[in-house]
C-alpha cells in the first residue's frame, strides 16, 4: 500500500518506521544470534527507504519479533519487555482494524495519554526501584559499575570515583527518573523532559545502552505527536533515511563482529568492537533526536486518564513494574542496576518493607550453591558461592545448562540449612520444574557482605 497526495504519511508510519529499526537494533545488539527476526527487521528497515508509506514489512518484523519474545517471556531483558508489550498493543490494533472495517480504537487524545502515561510510568518506576540503600551505598552502588565504563571508554582506569561525584551522579539518576518524567504529562513542558531523556541515554551509549537507546526513539516521540494531525509525520519520515541507514550499518555490523565472532565481550567487559558499534549507532540516535528536536512539533494536550481503554494498559504497567514488591518477580521489571534487595528479612528499599508485602513466596524458597564443576559453572558463573538463588531460578539454569552437558555432574548444595551433595545432577529433582515457573522470573540475590551490582 503506498498512499499518494500532499500528505501521504500519517502517524502511524512514522511510530512504525521508529518501532521497525528499534527491533533492528535490538537483535543486532543482544547476543542471541537470532537470525531470522534480525534478517526481518533489517530488510524491513531498509525496504521502508524506498516504501515509506508501506506497512506490510514493519508489521511482519512485528510479528517475527512477537513470535521470538512469546517463546522466551519473561525472561527477556527490560527494554524487550517495552517492546513486547509495545508489539503486543499493534497486533491488538491489527486485528481490531480488521474487525472493524478499519474502526480506530483509540482517538486521538486516547492516543496521547497511553502514550504519556505509560512511558512515565517506566522512567518512574526506574527511579523508584533505586531508592534502596544499596544504590545509596558510596561504595558499592551500581553507579560506580555503570560510570565505570565510561572511564574507562574515555581512557582511564578503574578507580573509584571521589564521593561528591558518586553523590552527583545518583542525585542525577533521580532527577531524570523521578522528577523529569513528570514533565511527560503536561504539553508545555512535554518537549523538554523528552529532550533530558534523549540526553539521558545519549550518556548511556558509553555504558554499551544501544538497544534501550533504540526503543526510547520510539516511546519518547509517541509522546510528542499530535495524533489529531499528521503534518509532523509528513516533515520528520522523509528526513528520517539517514537515521535508518546509520542504524542498519550499525546493527549489521555488531551482529556480525560483535555477536557471530564471539567479540561483544573481552574478559567479561564489553569490547571495543561492540563500543565502536555502539559510536556508530549514536551518530543515528543524534540525528533523530535532533530532527524531533528541531521539528516544530504541535504537542497536544491529554485527555481524561479515567477511560477504561486508558486504565487498563495504566494498571497492566503498574502491576508489572511493582512485580518486585508482591514477589511475582525481581527482574526486568525497570528495577535495572538498582541494588535493589526484596527478600523477607533483607530488604534495603527505603519506602517498602516487603515482609508486609509479598504475597508470592517463590523468591524467598532459596538455595546456595556449596560446590559446583567447571562446566556447571560455565553457566552460573564462577562468583555462584557469592548468591542465594530461589529454587525455581536454580532449577531452570540446571536444565537449561544440562541440556548442554553430557557428563555427570556433581554439585553441594545447602537448603533450609541442610547440606544436600547431588551425584548425579541430571538424574536429580533439583533439575525439574513445573510448567508455570518458566513465567516466574527472578536473579539470584548477593549474600550479606558481597557488594556487587545487580539488576
Not at 480488521?98 to 526506574?126: D, M
Not at 558499592?140 to 578507580?159: E, I, K, M
Not at 528520517?240 to 551482529?255: D, G, M, T
Request: net charge positive; glycine share 4%.
Amino acid at each position: 500500500m503506498y498512499s499518494i497526495g500532499p500528505q501521504p504519511y500519517t502517524n502511524r508510519h512514522l511510530l512504525l518506521h521508529l518501532l521497525t529499526v528499534s527491533l533492528m537494533v535490538h537483535y543486532g545488539f543482544t547476543v542471541d544470534l537470532l537470525l531470522w527476526p534480525m534478517l526481518t527487521a533489517t530488510f524491513a528497515s531498509i525496504f521502508l527507504l524506498f516504501r515509506p508509506a508501506n506497512i506490510f514489512w514493519p508489521l511482519m518484523a512485528v510479528g517475527t519479533t512477537l513470535t521470538d519474545y512469546i517463546t522466551n517471556y519473561p525472561e527477556l531483558s527490560n527494554h524487550a519487555v517495552i517492546q513486547f508489550f509495545i508489539c503486543l498493543g499493534v497486533l491488538f490494533l491489527v486485528l481490531h482494524a480488521l474487525a472493524t472495517n478499519n474502526k480506530a480504537f483509540l482517538n486521538a487524545h486516547q492516543k496521547t495519554t497511553i502514550f504519556r502515561v505509560s512511558v512515565f510510568l517506566i522512567y518512574f518506576f526506574s527511579g523508584f526501584h533505586k531508592l534502596n540503600w544499596g544504590f545509596l551505598d558510596a561504595d558499592q552502588s551500581c553507579v560506580h559499575y555503570l560510570n565505570g565504563y565510561v572511564v574507562r571508554v574515555l581512557g582511564g582506569t578503574d578507580a573509584i570515583m571521589p564521593l561528591p561525584i558518586t553523590r552527583f551522579m545518583q542525585l542525577a539518576t533521580f532527577f531524570l527518573e523521578l522528577i523529569v518524567p513528570f514533565g511527560l504529562l503536561f504539553s508545555r513542558t512535554c518537549k523538554w523532559a523528552v529532550f533530558a531523556l534523549f540526553l539521558f541515554h545519549g550518556y548511556l551509549f558509553m555504558a554499551g545502552f544501544a538497544h534501550f537507546a533504540s526503543t526510547s526513539l520510539f516511546i519518547l516521540p509517541g509522546c510528542l505527536l499530535n495524533f489529531n494531525k499528521n503534518e509532523d509525520a509528513n516533515k520528520i519520515i522523509p528526513k528520517l533515511k539517514p537515521y535508518i541507514i546509520i542504524s542498519a550499518i550499525a546493527s549489521v555490523l555488531c551482529f556480525v563482529w560483535c555477536n557471530v565472532y564471539d567479540k561483544k565481550f573481552t574478559n567479561n567487559l564489553l569490547s571495543p568492537a561492540f563500543f565502536i558499534c555502539c559510536g556508530i549507532y549514536m551518530i543515528a540516535f543524534i540525528y533523530a533526536a535532533r530532527l524531533f528536536w528541531k521539528t516544530d512539533i504541535a504537542v497536544s494536550n491529554m485527555g481524561a486518564i479515567r477511560h477504561y481503554k486508558i486504565l487498563l494498559p495504566t494498571i497492566f504497567i503498574f502491576l508489572w513494574g511493582m512485580e518486585p514488591y508482591y514477589g511475582l518477580s525481581n527482574r526486568a521489571n525497570m528495577s535495572m542496576y538498582s541494588n535493589m534487595i526484596t527478600m523477607v528479612g533483607r530488604d534495603n528499599h527505603l519506602l517498602i518493607n516487603t515482609h508486609y508485602t509479598k504475597v508470592i513466596p517463590f523468591e524467598e524458597d532459596y538455595i546456595e550453591m556449596l560446590s559446583a564443576p567447571p562446566s556447571l559453572q560455565k553457566y552460573f558463573g564462577s562468583d555462584y558461592r557469592y548468591y542465594y538463588y530461589p529454587v525455581i531460578t536454580f532449577r531452570k539454569k540446571a536444565a537449561e545448562a544440562l541440556t548442554r552437558i553430557k557428563e555427570p555432574v556433581t554439585v553441594k548444595i545447602r537448603y533450609k540449612e541442610n547440606e544436600i551433595v547431588i551425584k548425579d545432577l541430571k538424574q536429580s529433582s533439583w533439575s525439574q520444574s513445573k510448567w508455570y515457573h518458566r513465567y516466574f522470573y527472578y536473579r539470584p540475590t548477593p549474600k550479606p557482605g558481597y557488594g556487587v551490582c545487580v539488576w
